[in-house]
């Protein structure tokens, strides 16, 4: 026996309502479908299908295709691997818009703690010079011990 060609939706088997209001193709599920016009739509949650219900006409295609949300791309390495520098070829090969997460974190935080933050911020601790000083003759003292210590040693 044949099955009947399924007649998708206009977002296939994403979520018409996801996809208008919050710019995001998300999968939608079997059993949150529903038909109109002879198509069928899928829908991500039971809300999302009643409110597409209530107003269809408000998350289909009428004389254009509804837009696909833009490409995202994000990039995880380690410190100096090369996510920057590959990141920014790839945006533009692919003319898309680049964002470095650490310099867009710092513009926020910057208005509410008035510095940067992050490990490469961190002030270094102002060194004591009275501890320097005790530290080297501490090490002059003990440099001398075990100088007379071989001394000693090589005499016997």
Aim: net charge negative.
């Amino acid at each position: 026996s044949k099955e009947k060609k399924r007649h998708m939706g206009d977002t296939k088997h994403f979520c018409p309502v996801s996809l208008k209001e919050n710019f995001v193709l998300y999968p939608g599920l079997y059993e949150h479908a529903a038909k109109y016009r002879e198509k069928i739509y899928y829908f991500s949650t039971s809300e999302y299908r009643d409110k597409f219900l209530k107003n269809p006409e408000e998350y289909v295609a009428h004389d254009e295709p509804i837009q696909a949300p833009p490409l995202r791309v994000c990039l995880l390495g380690t410190h100096g691997a090369g996510k920057t520098t590959s990141a920014r070829q790839i945006a533009d090969k692919l003319g898309i818009f680049h964002i470095q997460f650490e310099e867009y974190l710092q513009e926020l935080l910057l208005p509410k703690t008035k510095e940067k933050v992050g490990p490469h911020f961190d002030k270094e601790p102002e060194e004591d010079d009275d501890k320097m000083t005790i530290l080297s003759q501490e090490l002059e003292d003990f440099s001398q011990i075990m100088t007379k210590t071989e001394t000693k040693k090589s005499k016997q």
